[in-house]
């Protein structure tokens, strides 16, 4: 097969290791930096022009969108769609995975557990927030962050007041969401390929800090699911129609919460807490997806 990888670096860790992975299993890979492709868009002959020539032939392609570029990215990959080539991210799924308030709303719709969450746009309804979101401490979220940025843990509801008040003042876009204390600075990420549970990890946040992100200082350990997290896990991705994806859960006393849902989760940190070839797991799945087509 000829599968296309479209990711802006060649060089990061989750493209390499897909790189490997398709090379081992004896596929044709190319990187495409998605942000240099050209959409001839007609009515009958779609084509995308990329460096020095069209891009032609692919039978799968493997998104790697960064946040920042949703947009054109998610146009590309609906071109390879018109194209009638297999995409392991479908448009429809990128964007709605990066519409943080669309993507908690189709949660809730579908009866996935979340922490409890309030979304406004209007600065006097700052009390009603605090107290919809079960009051302080809670956590706000700017809905354009990613990585752990634009979160805030208000620890009293004035504090939640004064922040909500100033995000609000410079038309910034806020959730607030229920602070699941007892989860102690920790949520676990579990990859999931296809409808299946590739492996979980749990990442503790560093002392003094309620993020568990990674790249912050945070520690990560293999972890063993129960059934009903697992079952939380698959019906996320069910709900947002993810077939590659993170999701993060918290662990609370009202069972497992969804906390966010990354449709182009890093590999680096679950693959080596896991030991678990994951990049060979979404060429496995391209390849069944592809055969029974």
């Known amino acids: 097969m000829k599968i296309g990888i479209l990711s802006r670096d060649p060089h990061l860790y989750s493209t390499q290791r897909l790189v490997e992975a398709a090379?081992?299993?004896g596929h044709t890979v190319r990187v495409i930096d998605h942000l240099k492709c050209?959409?001839?868009?007609?009515?009958?002959?779609?084509?995308?022009?990329?460096?020095?020539?069209?891009?032609?032939?692919?039978?799968a392609i493997i998104p790697r969108i960064g946040s920042s570029v949703t947009f054109y990215g998610t146009?590309?990959?609906?071109?390879?769609?018109?194209?009638?080539?297999?995409?392991?991210?479908?448009?429809?799924?990128?964007?709605?995975?990066?519409?943080?308030?669309?993507?908690?709303?189709?949660?809730?719709?579908?009866?996935?557990g979340m922490p409890k969450t309030v979304f406004t746009d209007y600065a006097e309804n700052a009390e009603h927030t605090v107290k919809a979101a079960g009051g302080a401490p809670l956590v706000l979220k700017l809905l354009e962050g990613t990585q752990g940025l634009g979160v805030v843990l208000a620890e009293s509801?004035?504090?939640?007041?004064?922040?909500?008040?100033?995000?609000?003042?410079?038309?910034?876009?806020?959730?607030?969401?229920?602070?699941?204390?007892?989860?102690?600075?920790a949520d676990i990420r579990v990859l999931v390929v296809n409808n299946k549970v590739i492996g979980a990890m749990k990442r503790q946040g560093k002392e003094g800090e309620f993020r568990s992100n990674l790249h912050r200082?945070?520690?990560?350990?293999?972890?063993?699911?129960?059934?009903?997290?697992?079952?939380?896990?698959?019906?996320?991705?069910?709900?947002?129609?993810?077939?590659?994806?993170?999701?993060d859960?918290?662990?609370?006393?009202?069972?497992?919460?969804v906390l966010e849902v990354n449709s182009s989760?890093?590999?680096?940190?679950?693959?080596?807490?896991?030991?678990q070839d994951?990049?060979?797991?979404?060429?496995?799945?391209?390849?069944?997806?592809?055969?029974?087509?």
């Open 157 to 185: 509801e004035n504090a939640a007041h004064s922040i909500l008040e100033a995000f609000n003042g410079l038309k910034a876009r806020v959730i607030a969401q229920e602070f699941i204390e007892e989860a102690k600075g």
């Open 75 to 112: 146009a590309v990959v609906r071109q390879f769609e018109m194209m009638g080539v297999f995409t392991t991210l479908s448009s429809d799924a990128l964007m709605c995975s990066r519409d943080k308030l669309r993507s908690l709303q189709m949660l809730a719709r579908a009866g996935v």
């Open 23 to 25: 090379k081992f299993k």
């Open 217 to 247: 200082g945070g520690s990560a350990t293999v972890v063993s699911l129960s059934p009903e997290e697992e079952e939380t896990a698959l019906s996320a991705c069910n709900a947002l129609g993810l077939k590659v994806a993170g999701v």
């Open 265 to 275: 989760p890093g590999l680096e940190g679950i693959e080596g807490a896991t030991n």
């Open 249 to 257: 859960l918290l662990q609370s006393k009202k069972g497992p919460l």
């Open 38 to 59: 050209n959409l001839d868009i007609q009515s009958k002959h779609p084509r995308i022009f990329y460096e020095d020539g069209f891009l032609e032939h692919f039978d």
């Open 278 to 293: 994951i990049a060979g797991e979404i060429i496995r799945f391209i390849e069944e997806a592809t055969q029974s087509a």
